[in-house]
């Protein structure tokens, strides 16, 4: 009970009188009307409105006095009983802060009063603190606390018993208010082995024991909970082998991977099927079960045997049981009743009859347990976590899953995905390949449905977590702006590296003392004004640079003197989110930054986002499942969720940047403009980018557009001194091609043009020759303005690309003549038409736009170039012989036909007789064959002996004697090497081994064996003549290949 202390209000006061009374400290009345207005109405809020169905996120500036209010609400909760209220904050401190007055109002009997529960105040939370919940005005807590006690613990703490008048009684009523201080982590994620839920499995069989069994029944309750485990992980492992059986597609421009990863899908769809298939089975059972009995009741009692009289008993009671519906009937009752029905049949005669019920009642018994597992686990667990705990002792130290984890990853409400498998490139360590992901939306259990419910965020506006604007409403508020500069050292300090480069990040944080070591010599800085900020990986690195020391570090004495005199503050802990520790100091030594994996942030934005969900369920499992590779291997930018998997992770760092910046005294409110210099910060940040205002926009990585945003956020202007200075970098410099401001396509095409041909490289290769890592070359290629040099590396119908077995990946292909157009010998347009209709077969007739599709070329392209005043004689030369200009239209009249629509045609000219000489050709006039003597046969030695032919001879063979013909020399070339040249489309294998030459429609087609690393040829024969055929490809044939 509380000290007997008269109390000043009966009523809750308005916010002047509250200030006046000295609920709220008089200092407020010193501050500016601005000040004073966003403190007011926050109060107003939390007092006298009514917001109940939303959750109210107050955006109160730091420094705008929320631990004041807080300390101010909560005393008129805890001592003048007017407010039934619950307070969270994120740390047991901020808490401490939070409820000050109330705490030394009560003093030591703070612990024996049920006025109030402090269950996180550093001590343990004894049974008299939990029973007082749904008695005391003032409950706090820890929002992880929260999070982790049970729903019915989490019941007693929004809800309180109250004097009714109208019904003169005690009654349960929800909260008048539940406050949270700071932001409420939203999605929880956890990751679990699969061999953590089977082991779970195993510990539910060896912890169990409740007190009914002392007797009999030993083991029963326990064997029961870790069959239906297991009927769950049954469930579980079905999706793992779907998930292992995808068809991942092979997508271009993606990164190449081995990772099969889904979403746990169908888990409630089964349940339900096993539900109605449980109910069809009580339907069909219960007339079999009366006949039964009916049929053991026409034999007289005296007659029946032992059996007779068993199954006669049992069939009564199972047709009481069955009695009225099954939806009707506890679950356990329901299997149970399918399990008494088995039993049954062990005492009927062997026949169809037994057979068949024993069948039925067996699958009712394994459908009946699917349906009901879970709800009957949970209330297993839910009803022995005493003794479970006592029996738990040998495990607890350990990575154990709970049984709240456990239950989660079965509940339909949560978002679970499973990586059933993991490979090569994908595979980062020697981890176990099967992992499951559970991902619980947390905002579902803040009661903001029955209880008004406030969130104080200094940075909600920016914060992706209250994007919904069906759960919650944004007040924002300003403050005035003071001044920050920000200190660019272009050093590589994402963690991912660091971590394993600790030495480079040893000399980035020497570098940075030296930094603040020449102001302090300067008296421009104290240690007393410096904060530091790194990874939690690289405090002892940090330490021994001479920055600042972590809370546990144990000097060894030979550390440089720290020119930091307050503790480390390490990412993702209290110290940069809420803490005041820092609020005098005004500069800030910040290594790194704390950016979330794309895998993270993405499980976040299903959690968040229903419409987010659904696109990713209904999309096809094969395309959904390379979606979830490529995002969980943290390439998320080349899925369809990029451009929110970007804007997210962008804010959620700069969420965090901001907070651990207002730790200093910028967060301080400024009443006066002239007093602003007394509030102005630096940071000192070590993060890799190009200087500020000096690149390509087009180009920007995310590293620049994060500075780049922060700066915009406090109003910094890169091109003044005093707002933002860049040094260049010392330890991590960049390659020589980026100094000299080459953009990045500029150095992939360089690069790539200087490849031989028929050379063969990966990307890595590719990112090695231009100075980048893999990831940042696959994040700049899947940009959809450079799709084109994607396309230029990966070939028409990815002719270029193969995929190479094992662990390498993707292999590309430099062509022998990368300027290669399919359809031309040459790249310049003219000479080709010009080569080309100089082989075309007389007679032949011809549109323009034909020509140009012959040739393969753009048409109103070519129409433009042959009509060039440099290109009038070629011009002139193909339409000098017009076989059709004019038409007559139905009317009789005659007209001109358009240019496009004027057929050409192809002259004759006279040819001379002239036989093959046959010494070295035989020609057979049925076939138009070709046979070539032995003295013909090309040496394999050296360099290939060419037969030349006369075009007459060739026109003479026509195009299958040709293709023979061409087939025969490659054979000659490199039968030893290779065999004889196939004749048709070669498949697997074969087409790795040998040539094959065929004609392909209006195309001939050449395909060379892998060892040549020669790309396949395809040549246009369509009203090409035999000669031009043979002389196309000729130089491809009549080769010796390596």
Not at 154 to 164: E, G, L, M, Q, T
Not at 285 to 309: C, F, Q, T, V
Not at 708 to 727: H, K, L, Q, S, T
């Amino acid at each position: 009970m509380a000290k007997k202390t008269a109390r000043k209000f009966y009523r809750l006061p308005e916010f002047s009188e509250a200030v006046k009374a000295g609920i709220l400290p008089a200092y407020v009345n010193t501050w500016g009307p601005a000040h004073r207005a966003v403190i007011e109405q926050m109060y107003n809020q939390a007092c006298f409105a009514d917001n109940v169905g939303k959750v109210v996120v107050q955006e109160a500036p730091c420094g705008s006095g929320k631990s004041m209010l807080a300390d101010g609400i909560t005393r008129l909760s805890g001592v003048e009983k007017l407010i039934n209220m619950i307070l969270m904050t994120d740390s047991n401190k901020r808490l401490s802060d939070d409820t000050r007055t109330t705490d030394n109002y009560y003093g030591k009997l703070r612990e024996i009063s049920t006025d109030i529960a402090f269950l996180s105040d550093g001590d343990e939370v004894n049974a008299g603190e939990w029973k007082s919940l749904v008695m005391a005005w003032l409950v706090t807590m820890s929002c992880q606390r929260y999070q982790m006690i049970n729903d019915d613990a989490r019941a007693n703490a929004c809800s309180c018993y109250r004097y009714d008048k109208a019904a003169r009684d005690m009654l349960r009523k929800p909260r008048d208010l539940f406050a949270v201080d700071e932001k409420f982590d939203d999605v929880t994620i956890k990751d679990w082995y699969y061999s953590d839920l089977l082991r779970y499995a195993g510990i539910i069989r060896e912890s169990i024991r409740p007190d009914s069994e002392w007797d009999e029944n030993i083991g029963k309750t326990a064997e029961k909970a870790e069959r239906y485990a297991m009927v769950l992980i049954e469930d579980l492992k079905q999706e793992i082998c779907r998930i292992n059986q995808i068809k991942l597609p092979e997508l271009k421009n993606k990164k190449d991977g081995q990772m099969h990863i889904d979403v746990y899908l169908g888990c409630a769809d089964r349940q339900e099927e096993a539900l109605k298939k449980a109910q069809e089975y009580w339907d069909d059972l219960l007339p079999i079960i009366i006949d039964i009995r009916d049929g053991i009741k026409d034999i007289k009692k005296d007659m029946r045997n032992a059996a007779e009289n068993r199954i006669f008993s049992d069939t009564a009671k199972i047709i009481k049981k069955m009695s009225g519906k099954m939806s009707e009937k506890k679950s356990e009752t329901v299997i149970n009743t399918f399990k008494d029905i088995v039993k049954v049949t062990d005492d009927m005669i062997h026949g169809r009859l037994r057979s068949e019920v024993r069948d039925m009642a067996v699958d009712a018994v394994a459908a009946s347990e699917r349906a009901f597992a879970l709800e009957e686990l949970e209330k297993i667990l839910k009803n022995n976590r005493v003794n479970m705990y006592c029996n738990m002792g040998h495990v607890r130290k350990e990575r154990v899953i709970t049984a709240a984890d456990f239950l989660n990853i079965f509940r339909p409400e949560n978002k679970v995905f499973i990586r059933a498998s993991t490979y090569g490139d994908d595979k980062y360590d020697q981890s176990g390949q099967i992992v499951i992901y559970c991902c619980k939306y947390n905002i579902d259990l803040l009661p903001y449905k029955t209880i008004k419910t406030v969130i104080y965020d200094g940075t909600a506006s920016l914060d992706p977590v209250y994007d919904n604007k069906d759960i919650f409403d944004v007040v924002k508020y300003n403050k005035p702006k003071t001044h920050v500069k920000i200190v660019q050292m272009d050093e590589r300090t994402n963690r991912s590296y660091v971590v394993n480069n600790m030495t480079t990040h040893s000399m980035i944080a020497s570098n940075m003392r030296r930094y603040f070591t020449q102001k302090i010599d300067k008296g421009e800085v104290t240690p007393e004004d410096i904060m530091i900020s790194g990874y939690l990986d690289t405090k002892r690195n940090i330490a021994e640079a001479g920055l600042a020391w972590s809370a546990d570090y144990i000097s060894h004495g030979l550390e440089p003197l720290r020119i930091s005199a307050n503790l480390l503050a390490t990412y993702g802990s209290a110290q940069v989110t809420g803490s005041n520790d820092y609020k005098d100091c005004s500069y800030l030594g910040k290594i790194g930054a704390n950016i979330l994996p794309n895998a993270t942030i993405f499980m976040q934005l299903v959690c968040r986002s229903s419409e987010t969900w659904n696109r990713l369920v209904e999309m096809e499992e094969g395309y959904r499942a390379k979606q979830l590779q490529l995002i969980f291997t943290n390439n998320g930018n080349w899925t369809d969720f990029r451009e929110k998997i970007d804007d997210c992770t962008l804010r959620t760092a700069m969420v965090a940047i901001i907070q651990e910046i207002n730790r200093l005294r910028i967060r301080n409110w400024c009443e006066r403009p002239e007093d602003a210099w007394k509030y102005n910060i630096t940071v000192v940040w070590a993060w890799r980018g190009r200087k500020q205002g000096t690149y390509d926009p087009e180009t920007e990585e995310f590293t620049e557009k994060l500075i780049r945003n922060v700066m915009e956020y406090f109003g910094c202007d890169c091109r003044n001194p005093a707002d933002y200075e860049y040094i260049p970098p010392v330890v991590c410099k960049r390659p020589v091609a980026v100094e000299r401001k080459k953009t990045m396509i500029a150095r992939l095409e360089e690069w790539y043009d200087g490849q031989k041909p028929n050379s063969k490289f990966t990307m890595t290769d590719m990112a090695a020759g231009v100075g980048v890592s893999r990831k940042a070359l696959n994040s700049y290629l899947s940009r959809p303005e450079y799709e084109y040099f994607v396309l230029k590396i990966r070939g028409e119908n990815d002719c270029y690309v193969s995929k190479a077995a094992g662990r390498v990946g993707y292999v590309y292909t430099v062509p022998a003549n990368p300027d290669y157009k399919q359809g031309s010998f040459d790249m310049d347009i003219i000479n080709t038409a010009i080569d080309f209709y100089a082989r075309m077969e007389e007679g032949k007739l011809f549109t323009l736009p034909e020509f140009a599709k012959m040739l393969n070329y753009p048409v109103d392209d070519f129409l433009a170039e042959i009509k060039k005043s440099e290109n009038k004689d070629f011009y002139n030369m193909i339409t000098e012989h017009v076989a059709k200009k004019q038409e007559e239209t139905n009317d009789g009249e005659v007209v001109d036909l358009p240019e496009d629509e004027i057929i050409y045609k192809k002259p004759r000219t006279e040819k001379p007789q002239v036989a093959i000489k046959t010494e070295n050709v035989e020609k057979k006039s049925t076939q138009k064959n070709i046979t070539i003597a032995k003295e013909k046969v090309q040496v394999k030695t050296g360099k290939p002996k060419k037969v030349k032919y006369t075009d007459e001879e060739l026109d003479s063979l026509g195009v299958s004697g040709i293709v023979e013909l061409l087939r025969k020399e490659l054979t000659d070339n490199n039968s030893d090497n290779y065999g004889d040249c196939k004749d048709k489309e070669l498949v697997g294998f074969a087409k790795a081994c040998y040539f094959s030459l065929y004609l392909n429609g209006e195309f001939l087609k050449l395909t060379c064996p892998s060892p040549t690393n020669c790309n396949p040829v395809t040549l246009p024969i369509a009203g090409v003549a035999p000669s031009a055929i043979y002389h196309g490809m000729q130089k491809y044939c009549n080769y010796r290949y390596n």
